[in-house]
């Protein structure tokens, strides 16, 4: 009897120790199995890349880029991606990139980080001039906005003032020492309804004529709409030559003087004068 309970305990004992095994592996592969497969390393990117040649110092657009997919192990580690395309619209080239080249945080910069002149192009001059609240519409004028110049000749002589817009579509390059571009959602900058200045991107013949009328006019900015062609209305020439001056009246002649009256004649010796006939003879 004692011989067959310890069988009957040994068997008891195998079988829970099998129990205990079996578990113990289902668990190993339920947790195996369970884990979630790990993502594959990426080894290529979608970039920004010059779709053209594009010249130092000229103004990044969207018709310039390309995206494509290049493997990761040849990409410099500032490289836009696709996603960031938006952020090097608008900025500058600091120098050339040719065209397949991938664009890079380091070939590109906005006017306020490469300085003013990096946002002109060849054939460009910035020129600045005074403003106030009122000429830089209420405060509100940013640079990139776009505006007409108004130059407002006063009053010469017998002549009315006029206003004429001499200059059309002219770009805002900054609004007093403020160059960059605010974010759409972001409020006018600081004192920018009391800058003193707006310098704006025009030719050099442009700058000279707008040189002229700031020296000889009351000058007006007027903010256009974004999406308005350049030519929409023409531009007014206007004079700055000083009015004319009157002819002069033409000089009095000058008052005769009254003739002389004949002298009387001489008489010749003391005492009577006798008339003999048509003769006058002096008597002594």
Do not use: C, Y
């Not at 120790?17 to 592969?29: E, F, G, S, T």
């Not at 664009?103 to 460009?124: D, I, K, N, Q, Y």
């Not at 020492?177 to 605010?182: E, L, W």
Request: aromatic fraction near 2%.
């Amino acid at each position: 009897m004692m011989a067959r309970l310890q069988r009957l305990d040994r068997r008891t004992l195998i079988i829970l120790i099998a129990a205990i095994v079996v578990a113990l592996i289902a668990a190993v592969l339920f947790a195996v199995f369970s884990r979630p497969a790990a993502a594959p390393v990426a080894t290529t990117r979608t970039v920004v890349v010059a779709g053209i040649n594009i010249p130092a110092n000229t103004e990044v657009v969207g018709s310039m880029l390309i995206a494509q997919t290049r493997p990761i192990a040849g990409l410099a580690p500032d490289a836009v991606n696709a996603s960031q395309a938006n952020d090097v619209i608008g900025a500058t080239t600091l120098g050339p990139i040719p065209a397949g080249s991938t664009v890079t945080l380091s070939r590109v910069g906005h006017p306020s980080a490469a300085g003013l002149s990096a946002a002109l192009r060849v054939g460009e001059r910035a020129i600045a001039i005074p403003i106030d609240r009122i000429k830089a519409v209420d405060g509100l004028l940013q640079p990139g906005d776009r505006v007409d110049v108004i130059a407002i000749v006063p009053l010469r002589g017998m002549e009315a003032p006029i206003a004429n817009t001499i200059l059309r579509d002219i770009k805002v390059l900054a609004v007093g020492s403020t160059i960059a571009v605010p974010a759409a959602n972001a409020s006018p900058a600081p004192g920018s309804d009391g800058a003193a200045t707006a310098t704006l991107d025009v030719t050099p013949q442009q700058a000279d004529l707008l040189a002229l009328a700031d020296a000889n006019s009351q000058l007006r900015l007027a903010l256009r709409p974004p999406k308005e062609a350049a030519n929409s209305q023409p531009v007014q020439p206007v004079s700055f030559a000083p009015p004319p001056v009157p002819a002069a009246a033409p000089a009095a002649a000058p008052a005769t003087a009254p003739a002389k009256p004949a002298p009387a004649p001489e008489r010749t010796g003391g005492g009577v004068e006798i008339i003999d006939g048509d003769k006058v003879v002096s008597g002594s």
